[in-house]
């Protein structure tokens, strides 16, 4: 069976940091491409960044510069690291596994907020 479990999450400062995890099991990291995705209230879910099987990284241009993904495959998990968080990346945070069916994690909420 093919799960993904998100964790990290949690409220946090404007201007901290937190380092979302999605542990995999079923599946490998290392021959899928990889995402994190969110969505905050009222609004659609986003893509925020993605990491091919290849290893091409694409970010949403909101998060450029102070959001890292990157994937140990030895452990078979994907993190996402956030820095300078802000309050408009409220969010639920949401793991991805692409291909031909995709898989999604359950989500870790992530609140910025003073």
């Known amino acids: 069976q093919v799960q993904l479990v998100e964790s990290g999450g949690g409220l946090v400062q404007p201007g901290g940091s937190l380092r979302l995890s999605c542990a995999a099991s079923g599946i490998s990291v290392s021959v899928r491409a990889m995402a994190w995705h969110r969505q905050a209230p009222g609004k659609q879910r986003e893509l925020v960044a993605l990491i091919t099987f290849g290893g091409s990284i694409v970010y949403a241009d909101s998060v450029k510069g102070r959001f890292t993904i990157s994937r140990d495959n030895a452990k078979n998990t994907l993190y996402l690291q956030m820095n300078s968080l802000k309050p408009e990346d409220t969010a639920i945070y949401y793991c991805?596994?692409?291909?031909?069916?995709?898989?999604w994690g359950q989500g870790t909420q992530v609140t910025v907020s003073s």
């Open positions: 991805n596994a692409g291909g031909t069916t995709n898989y």
